[in-house]
């Protein structure tokens, strides 16, 4: 069974920063396309940020802005999002989610598995 398991999130003013991470215990995450999708209350799980198994990333350019960043460390077999410059709108369950092949990583339906989601709070 892949489980991604997210960790980092939590509650930071306007302009704060967070960093996320995402692991899978017992694979190696680089065999995997890894993407952050991120779901606020009464809204649809929309994508935020992805990384190819050659190690390319994607970004929604429209909510991200350049404030958010995707990253790998292998010998820590973990995928990072950095979060900086973060505002209220960016207050979310943020979830990872890999697959081993991605049409397209920004589509919810190229991810096989998802982990739980770990909760970011933004307050004004």
């Known amino acids: 069974q892949v489980q991604p398991v997210e960790s980092g999130g939590g509650l930071v003013q306007t302009g704060g920063s967070l960093r996320l991470s995402c692991a899978v215990s017992?694979?190696?995450?680089?065999?995997?396309?890894t993407g952050w999708f991120r779901q606020a209350p009464g809204k649809g799980r929309e994508f935020v940020a992805a990384?190819?198994?050659?190690?390319?990333?994607?970004y929604d350019t429209n909510s991200v802005k350049g404030r958010f960043t995707i990253s790998r460390d292998n010998a820590k077999n973990t995928v990072y999002l950095q979060m900086n410059s973060l505002e209220p709108e960016d207050t979310a369950v943020y979830y990872c989610?890999?697959?081993?092949?991605?049409?397209?990583?920004?589509?919810?339906?190229?991810?096989?598995?998802w982990g739980q989601g770990t909760q970011v709070t933004v307050s004004s």
């Open positions: 989610a890999v697959s081993p092949y991605a049409r397209r990583m920004a589509s919810v339906n190229d991810y096989n598995y």
């Open positions: 017992g694979r190696t995450i680089s065999n995997y396309f």
């Open positions: 990384i190819s198994r050659s190690g390319a990333s994607l």
